[in-house]
């Protein structure tokens, strides 16, 4: 089945060493994006690729970073994380046109 | 500017209860309107949509009807199941003004057996 796949599920670092998080699709989409959930809230938007277009949120703190080598994988880097990153990080992607995003199932960052 | 605001959770019911989860929004476009599902560890999934105002998007005996003259998009099911156990998110998308999914702040709704 056509997914998008995030891996690991469960992802453990130590107080500011580098984490990276990643991301696949066999969707073929053209936009993909990185969310950070905190406990009990809504997904907020870090960043988003529209194809090679790179978009970054005004408030996305510069700890953060993505790439996207090619079509299917996009990658989070976290470069110094604090105990306050610690959370959900949820890579979804869309074609851009009406039908919403299809999410992954996410990957529980926790900082120690 | 755009938002969606849900009513505040949790919201617990016995099984086979009726279910309203309000979503109410503001846009300054012509949003597309979604619920999504996320159960405990997991990711979001999608629940059902409505692209146009009075469409009605289904799924799985849950259903809500894009109300335009009231921007509202509530969530209803006439019979909740223990699995429904989950937070429900309501989310719009404007596709001509970037495509960002907005979403509500969720709703929780724990069901009982």
């Not at chain 1, 959900?88 to 992954?104: D, E, H, K, Q």
């Not at chain 2, 949790?10 to 099984?15: F, K, Q």
């Amino acid at each position: 089945d056509a997914m998008v796949i995030q891996n690991p599920r469960y992802q453990v670092t130590q107080f500011g060493k580098p984490v990276t998080l990643s991301c696949s699709q066999t969707l073929n989409h053209n936009v993909m994006y990185w969310y950070q959930q905190k406990s009990s809230q809504a997904p907020k938007l870090l960043f988003h690729y529209y194809d090679k277009d790179f978009n970054n949120e005004a408030d996305t703190p510069d700890n953060f970073q993505s790439r996207r080598p090619n079509t299917s994988f996009c990658f989070l880097d976290i470069r110094s994380p604090g105990l306050g990153d610690a959370a959900m990080y949820l890579c979804a992607t869309s074609t851009g046109r009406v039908g919403g995003y299809t999410f992954g199932s996410g990957t529980r960052l926790t900082v120690v | 500017g755009n938002s969606v605001t849900q009513m505040e959770g949790p919201v617990t019911l016995s099984e086979e209860a009726f279910l309203t989860i309000n979503c109410t929004y503001t846009a300054t476009g012509y949003p597309s309107l979604f619920w999504y599902v996320q159960y405990p560890g997991e990711g979001l999934q999608l629940l059902l949509k409505a692209t146009k105002a009075d469409d009605k998007g289904s799924n799985k005996g849950f259903e809500a009807t894009y109300r335009k003259e009231t921007t509202s998009f509530h969530l209803e099911k006439g019979s909740v199941q223990v699995s429904d156990s989950a937070v429900y998110f309501c989310a719009l998308i404007i596709y001509n003004q970037g495509g960002k999914l907005i979403f509500g702040q969720g709703t929780e709704l724990s069901v009982k057996p």
